[in-house]
C-alpha cells in the first residue's frame, strides 16, 4: 500500500468519527430545543402546579396551623380502599396533592379535627354528610374548595 492510499484510510477513519460526533451532536441539540420550548408549555397545564394555585389562598389561611381534617365527595374509609383496586386512584390523588399543596400542614384523612379542608373536585358536598359530620363552612374559596371547623359539643 503506498503512501497515498495510507493517507486515504487514515483521514476516511477520522472523517467518520468526525461524522459520527457531528450527527450525534444534532441530534442532542434538536432534542434540547425541544424539551426547552416545550417545558414552558407543559408547565402551564401541570397538575400539581394547578392544584397548588388553587391551594394558594386556603394554604395562606392555615398559615401556622398544624393539623388539618379532610373531606371530600367519597367516604374517607374509602379512599385508600378503592385504590387498591384501581377502582377510583383520582380520589387519592387529590388527597396526596392537597398534602403537597399544603404542606408544612398535616392533612389527616378525617373529618374529626378542629379544621377540615373540604376538596369537593367531583360535585357538590352532600348537605346530610356535612351535617352528620357536624361541619360548619368558613370560607368557600370556589372551585369545590372549602374551609369548615368542626362544631364542638354542647
Same mark, same amino acid.
Given at each position: ?15 467518520? &468519527?468526525?461524522?459520527?460526533? %457531528? &450527527? !450525534?451532536?444534532? /441530534?442532542?441539540?434538536?432534542? !434540547?430545543?425541544?424539551?426547552i420550548e416545550t417545558y414552558? $408549555? ?6 400539581? @402546579?394547578?392544584?397548588? $394555585? ?6 395562606? /389561611?392555615?398559615?401556622? @396551623? ?11 374509609? $374509602? ?16 388527597? &396526596?396533592? @392537597? ?18 379542608? %373540604?376538596?369537593?373536585?367531583? %360535585? ?5 354528610? &356535612?351535617?352528620?359530620?357536624r361541619l360548619i363552612p ?17
Amino acid at each position: 500500500m503506498n503512501w497515498i492510499q495510507r493517507q486515504f484510510v487514515a483521514y476516511r477513519r477520522q472523517a467518520a &468519527i468526525v461524522l459520527l460526533a %457531528g &450527527i !450525534a451532536l444534532y /441530534a442532542n441539540f434538536n432534542l !434540547a430545543v425541544g424539551l426547552i420550548e416545550t417545558y414552558p $408549555k407543559i408547565r402551564e397545564g401541570d397538575v400539581v @402546579t394547578a392544584c397548588e $394555585k388553587r391551594m394558594l389562598p386556603l394554604r395562606d /389561611a392555615l398559615a401556622g @396551623t398544624r393539623e388539618v381534617g379532610y373531606i371530600t365527595t367519597v367516604d374517607n374509609d $374509602k379512599i385508600f380502599g378503592r385504590e387498591k383496586t384501581f377502582e377510583d386512584v383520582e380520589v387519592l390523588a387529590h388527597y &396526596i396533592l @392537597t398534602q403537597y399543596a399544603l404542606a408544612p400542614v398535616v392533612v389527616r384523612n378525617s373529618p374529626d379535627y378542629p379544621l377540615v379542608v %373540604g376538596n369537593f373536585t367531583e %360535585g357538590k358536598p352532600d348537605p346530610a354528610v &356535612i351535617r352528620e359530620k357536624r361541619l360548619i363552612p368558613v370560607k368557600d374559596y370556589g372551585d369545590g374548595l372549602v374551609l369548615y371547623r368542626k362544631e364542638t359539643p354542647r
